[in-house]
């Protein structure tokens, strides 16, 4: 699977959105086991607090949607 449809597939989540209703622990885990280490190792470092390549910052929720300089990701 190519980088980019893995990005868009864990950007799809609606685990790293905040959401009207509650997560169950099952899917707060899931997040933090599986998606938070690959935005973590796969975005973070391009879209993060240092480095935020096309003004896109990963690692909030504000930043995720805030979106691009050309607009949102999603």
């Known amino acids: 699977m ?6 868009g597939a864990a950007l799809a989540l609606p685990l790293f959105v905040p959401m009207p209703r509650a997560q169950t622990q099952d ?3 899931l997040f933090e086991t599986k998606i938070r280490p690959i935005f ?5 470092p391009c879209h993060g607090e240092k480095i935020r390549m096309a003004s896109l910052q990963l690692t909030t929720a504000e930043g995720f949607l805030r979106g691009t300089d050309s607009g949102p990701v999603v």
């Open 2 to 7: 190519r980088a980019s449809t893995m990005l």
């Open 27 to 29: 899917q707060v885990s």
């Open 40 to 44: 973590a190792t796969k975005c973070a």
